[in-house]
DNA sequence: TTACCTGCAAAGAATTTGCAGGGCC
DNA sequence: GGCCCTGCAAATTCTTTGCAGGTAA
């Protein structure tokens, strides 16, 4: 693993599960690991943000200046693949990214005037959701839900 | 009123007060009708689809050939900004322009296979939506639920 | 050695903008 | 007449793809 060095020897690595996740995938597709796709996943799992497309390619680049951005967006798309990462398309078009494993289902609250991400999570909607689903005779596969509206700070301004 | 030609003396005309709304709002901004205008507000209110913007264009260029893409996205803005249109961005990235006016609020039910589009509401989860946002110290503005499945027709194959 | 991978630059797709000529008020 | 509108082409923005050289296994 390319990224050893920087942790001492005895540490927890942290995110070990889900480098194990991604190393399997790409082994089951015969793909290769690159440092370019280890240093892409370290930081893209590290940063808890929901980074664009555009933010995780400056921040790579911080330690990283030679990336180049098809790489970006190829890893990305392989981690979507493989189960760890979510793109999520806002209301105004723009494509965000979110850390997938480890985290239940869940739906977004988000702040309009700061960009404050709040993760939410309904059992009675996603029930709700259901019923009227099948009122309509549909059989549900998946569902996106952005609730907008202004967090404790920012409406107090 | 530059579509009266269309329709027989006596008959009543179509989408009158959505041309009212569309009149007003041109006027309160001092800007003006032109027969572009008309005629995409026309085919944009005659069709029930759920329409992109490219859609529109060919639509509108049936009987109008040398509209410009330009004057389709100019005008629905204007439509926007007046109500009585509104951008509904899928979770694969398209966007669709659906009426407004005289249309409550409601959520979108869409087939992955056809992409019919069936337009619900269910009181129980907005007042759910709004529980949650306060809980999280937020006030909600507004809100985006779009569920995907399969349609009675589509689940059968 | 044989794929696969990378950065770059070019290509795409969707939308917006600058401009010169034409039309509404 | 003055401002607004239009189509066109060019510019933007975001993302994908082709290619020639480099690299993992």
Redesign the interface.
């Known amino acids: 693993m390319i990224l050893n060095f920087i942790f001492n020897i005895g540490d927890a690595m942290p995110f070990e599960e889900e480098r194990k996740i991604f190393e399997d995938y790409l082994k089951s597709k015969r793909l290769k690991q690159s440092s370019q796709r280890d240093h892409i996943l370290d930081v893209f799992l590290k940063t808890e943000r929901h980074l664009k497309a555009d933010e995780l390619y400056r921040l790579v680049k911080k330690n990283f200046p030679e990336t180049g951005f098809s790489t970006i967006y190829r890893t990305l798309k392989l981690l979507r693949e493989c189960g760890l990462c979510n793109e999520l398309?806002?209301?105004?078009?723009t494509?965000r990214f979110e850390h997938l494993y480890g985290h239940e289902h869940h739906d977004h609250?988000i702040?309009?005037k700061c960009g404050k991400f709040?993760e939410?999570m309904?059992p009675?909607?996603e029930k709700?959701?259901l019923k009227?689903?099948k009122k309509?005779?549909?059989?549900?596969?998946?569902?996106?839900?952005?609730?907008?509206?202004?967090?404790?700070k920012c409406?107090k301004k």
Do not use: S
């Open positions: 398309i806002l209301d105004d078009g494509v609250l702040c309009t709040v939410i309904e009675q909607i709700l959701q009227l689903a309509e005779g549909f059989v549900l596969q998946n569902h996106r839900l952005l609730l907008y509206g202004k967090c404790g409406k």
